[in-house]
């Protein structure tokens, strides 16, 4: 029974492994395989091949070959008793054919005609009873009911246990006891404790309960992208990390290095560094080995500063997407997040994957990030790109535009690059993605949107690379681990500094998000009564535009009070410079009825059509205020911004604009 369905579900498991081709995620070059971190070892290979589906496969074919064993051995041990085969006589013998052989093997193995023990027992559990079988009436009739001149034959079951366990009689009566108390009941009891005294101690993603309070504490409004580093360092993990004497020396070395990207106060640069060293020595220590990763300062760490520094950069990850999640969970009344801190935290983890400084994100050029997206791109340096950007290419937006020819002769003969070099560099801007971001908000069932409504918000990411991959893993070279690339779409309104509604986003897991999608358009369309026929064609809609390289993030806030809105879409990757989307939709809030019915009707200019052109001319063309990063320009020069967006909150938008901001109205 098993190897009915066992067999040819493992035939089309070997088929699909045979036809399977095998699909780099990354970019391949030079600098990432050098690093080893794709490079599979023994170990990862087993780990590979060594899914939940493929292990029980396994086990189920070891429990197959198991039965077959047990099954042929057991036949062999069990043998049909057959009396006439015994005597060596045909089935149907009569009486008296049936003693003369009897006699004849008498005379054979009979024990006082052969003194051996074999013949013996032969002769006493074999051919005696074959005879007594065809001779006495109930051995007979036992043997044509049963098949055994002794009745029914059975089996007994026990427990392979050692005699002093089961000796009751002796001292030894409570050990069995003992040990069904300790296995049982002992064991299981302290594996729980245990277990549920270190779980009690972390989240869901594997983070400590005391860092989410320090980060939900220390989290503020107002938090510049500079002053993140002092709150993502003071996680409890970091806490942990040895501090070493041997350690004093090289780090005082390394502070020196980096003390330029410290938020150090210059003109008191004596007392701000006697402040530095003042704290926790766990924390200068996590600082400056993370500063010394931005800085790519590794190679003259020691080896006990190199293994402090995996591990930290192991813990960023994790870290840094809670600490995402602290500034974007709901703070006020209107249960709205903070936009400053977050934009902040996803530059500090853009900056930490690519090993990019975060001074290197100051604005030149022309490019809100500065050199920074240059920084991601192999044999980059500061020297390599001056030369690049004094010719025609001054931002990296232009770098991408280039043909592929035009792109190959400015890296041969500017920067001086060899073909391998050029041909590294093609390969990682193949892979670097780009952004397009389709958002509706709207009030289910509705024409407008009235104060107090729940708004919808539905946003089609697609994303789209040179090499035509959807899902890989980002060029990072300089950090030791593997690391998929999630993106955060942010719905936000940058006068007030506020996030209306989030969504982490992941290209990696088509399945996934062909499920979630799914799901999502379901309820939608149950929501407003759509017909079976209606609600299959939207749902095969959304399953193809997922297959194509779109994901869905959808959504409900509360709207507003009354009034015009000015909202920014924002799509960050959490691992890549400068291919960050953001899109302008202009959001109108109408007055809710005393009847509840929808007086308005949002249109192009989101008016009311009972208001006539007395809204229209309210309704000025305002410039979308941007948040500008504070390494883009210098610390009190911001300038608000508005661009022209739709009033009836649909935009779809593509390009690629920075996503370093800051802002003035800042909610403390």
């Known amino acids: 029974m098993i190897a009915l369905p066992l067999v040819p579900y493992t035939l089309l498991k070997l088929f699909r492994a045979a036809s399977k081709k095998a699909k780099s995620i990354h970019c391949g070059c030079s600098d990432c395989a050098q690093s080893g971190k794709y490079r599979k070892s023994v170990f990862k290979r087993i780990a590979s091949v060594s899914s939940c589906g493929n292990l029980t ?41 049936i003693k003369k ?43 044509e009911k049963y098949g055994h001149p002794d009745g029914r034959q059975g089996f007994q079951m026990g427990i392979a246990l050692p005699l002093f366990l089961l000796n009751i009689d002796g001292a030894s009566s409570g050990i069995l006891l003992m040990w069904i108390v300790c296995i049982c009941i002992l064991l299981p009891l302290v594996l729980a404790v245990i277990y549920l005294s270190r779980s009690s101690k972390y989240t869901g993603n594997y983070v400590k309960n005391d860092t989410l309070a320090a980060y939900f504490q220390l989290m503020k409004p107002s938090l510049a992208p500079s002053k993140v580093m002092e709150v993502f360092v003071r996680a409890a993990e970091f806490l942990e990390i040895p501090v070493r004497r041997s350690d004093d020396e090289p780090l005082h070395k390394l502070f020196m290095t980096v003390r330029s990207e410290l938020s150090l106060d210059l003109k008191n640069i004596k007392k701000e560094q ?77 900056c930490i994957i690519q090993a990019v400084p975060l001074s290197a994100r100051k604005a030149a050029g022309g490019s809100a990030d500065g050199i920074a997206p240059f920084l991601q791109l192999p044999y980059f340096n500061d020297d390599i790109i001056k030369k690049v950007t004094r010719k025609k290419v001054r931002t990296f937006q232009d770098f991408q535009d280039i043909s592929v020819q035009e792109r190959a002769e400015l890296l041969s003969q500017v920067a001086g690059f060899s073909p ?10 193949e892979l670097i993605p780009s952004l397009t971001v389709d958002v509706t908000c709207e009030t289910e069932g509705e024409e407008g949107i009235q104060e107090g409504d729940v708004v919808t918000v539905k946003a089609w990411v697609t994303l789209k690379r040179t090499n035509g991959l959807t899902g890989a893993l980002p060029h990072a070279p300089y950090y030791p681990f593997h690391k998929e690339e999630n993106y955060w779409f942010l719905l936000a309104d940058p006068n007030s500094n506020s996030v209306w509604f989030s969504h982490k986003i992941s290209f990696m897991d088509e399945a996934t998000a062909v499920s979630a999608a799914s799901t999502a358009i379901d309820e939608r369309m149950e929501v407003l009564g759509a017909s079976p026929k209606e609600k299959t064609a939207a749902i095969k809609e959304a399953v193809e535009k997922v297959k194509s390289g779109s994901r869905l993030a959808m959504g409900k806030f509360l709207a507003a009070a009354e009034g015009n809105y000015n909202l920014t879409c924002h799509v960050l990757c959490d691992s890549w410079i400068g291919c960050d989307q953001k899109a302008n939709i202009k959001l109108k809030v109408l007055k809710r009825t005393r009847a509840g019915t929808r007086g308005a009707q949002v249109g192009d200019g989101g008016a009311d059509p009972e208001d006539g052109d007395e809204d229209d001319e309210e309704i000025e063309e305002e410039e979308d205020e941007d948040i500008e990063s504070e390494y883009s320009d210098d610390e009190g020069n911001e300038q608000h911004v508005n661009k022209k967006g739709l009033a009836n909150g649909k935009v779809g938008r593509k390009g690629k604009q920075s996503s370093s901001e800051s802002s003035d109205s800042d909610e403390e």
């Open 274 to 350: 006697a402040k530095f060293w003042k704290q926790h020595p766990a924390l200068v220590k996590t600082e400056l080995l993370i500063q010394a990763h931005l800085t790519r300062e590794t190679a003259s760490l020691t080896p006990d500063l190199q293994h402090d520094l995996k591990q930290v950069l192991e813990f960023a990850p994790r870290l840094l997407e809670e600490l995402i999640k602290m500034a974007i969970i709901p703070r006020n009344s209107k249960g709205h997040g903070w936009l400053r801190p977050a934009v902040g935290v996803i530059e500090l983890s853009q």
């Open 57 to 97: 496969l396994v086990l189920l074919w070891v429990i197959m070959g198991f039965l077959v064993y047990y099954i042929k051995n057991m036949s062999r041990e069990i043998q049909v008793f057959e009396p006439f085969s015994i005597l060596g006589l045909e089935p149907g013998a009569s009486d008296s054919v």
């Open 420 to 429: 391998p070099q050029v041909v590294d560099v093609e390969k990682v801007v």
């Open 101 to 143: 052989a009897y006699r004849r093997l008498s005379i054979q193995y009979h024990p006082d005609k052969n003194p051996d023990p074999a013949a013996h027992k032969y002769f006493v559990e074999s051919i005696a009873k074959a005879y007594q079988a065809l001779t006495d009436p109930i051995s007979r009739e036992n043997f």
